[in-house]
């Protein structure tokens, strides 16, 4: 669909006229312009939007999902999430991941799109934006919602993950799982994290969602030079290849052995002894831990 000008898009919110003559997904970008100039769509433009039902499947996913990312980059865009949810763009929009079944899950939904100005963090990161209103929906509809917009791959892993592991996450109770979770995740998905917690919490106010204080740990144990995922390895991805590994299944899954090693052993971080453990390693073991890390990442 050919892009409005800033100049057409006010003159169509200006002209019913010429409105009524813009393509279904042009017509949608202006009522969405309306509510975020003024607050809500013009009563005439809304009611002929809804006459244009048959011309609706004419607009892509990809074309519905930018509205709503349009709406996030507003500095505060509750006002506008809440007329969306009113005049239905909010389902419309995103209907993969509509409608919502749990009770727990409505609350929550209501709670972001009503408290979403309350977001204090990386407010510059639409990202991030789009994974704390995705918080509330199922995992795997927001997967296929964001599939069929055409979303970059490594976007939706990182959207998706922050929903998938928000549970687990919060129940990081012992230093042994929080050092798992950073081993297993790495360090920046670990921050990513905890900010996408901390973020969720505060806007739904629910006590059962509040995180654990956990980046006093991770923080501390940088700085002490603990090492707590594959890039602190004192044996290097090139050291491993070098060593026998014959894919990146492998090199993958030895990484995660050696670093299961040291939680249970903080000092052997140096390349002969972690040379020798991987010396020692049976094929049984390494196919054995690529299985369970296949497991552990599946998102189900």
């Excluded at 202006?30 to 609706?56: A, D, N, P, Y």
Aim: aromatic share 10%.
């Amino acid at each position: 669909m050919e892009k409005l000008s800033e100049k057409a898009i006010a003159k169509a919110m200006h002209d019913t006229g010429l409105f009524r003559q813009l393509k279904p997904a042009q017509m949608m970008h202006v009522l969405i312009q309306e509510i975020i100039t003024s607050g809500e769509m013009k009563e005439q433009h809304f009611e002929h939007w809804l006459t244009m039902e048959v011309r609706w499947p004419e607009i892509t996913p990809e074309e519905k999902m930018d509205e709503v990312l349009c709406v996030l980059q507003e500095i505060n865009p509750t006002r506008s999430l809440q007329e969306m949810q009113k005049m239905g763009f909010m389902k419309f929009c995103m209907p993969e991941v509509f409608p919502i079944k749990k009770l727990m899950d409505k609350k929550n939904y209501y709670d972001i799109i009503d408290h979403f100005d309350r977001l204090d963090v990386r407010r510059d990161d639409l990202a991030f934006k789009l994974a704390i209103l995705l918080f509330p929906f199922d995992p795997a509809r927001t997967e296929v919602l964001l599939r069929n917009a055409n979303f970059d791959p490594d976007a939706i892993d990182w959207i998706c993950n922050l929903v998938y592991n928000y549970i687990e996450f919060i129940k990081l109770n012992s230093p042994k799982k929080l050092r798992r979770f950073v081993a297993k995740w790495g360090k920046d998905f670990y921050f990513d994290m905890n900010d996408y917690a901390w973020a969720a919490y505060h806007i739904t106010d629910m006590k059962e969602l509040k995180p654990l204080d956990s980046r006093t740990h991770v923080v501390s144990w940088i700085n002490q030079g603990v090492p707590l995922d594959a890039e602190d390895l004192d044996m290097t991805r090139e050291d491993i290849i070098a060593a026998g590994a014959e894919s990146e299944e492998e090199v993958f899954a030895i990484q995660h052995i050696l670093l299961d090693d040291l939680i249970k052993h903080p000092n052997n971080n140096i390349k002969v002894l972690q040379e020798k453990l991987v010396k020692d390693l049976t094929q049984r073991e390494i196919d054995r831990k690529i299985s369970k890390l296949y497991k552990e990442y599946e998102r189900n």
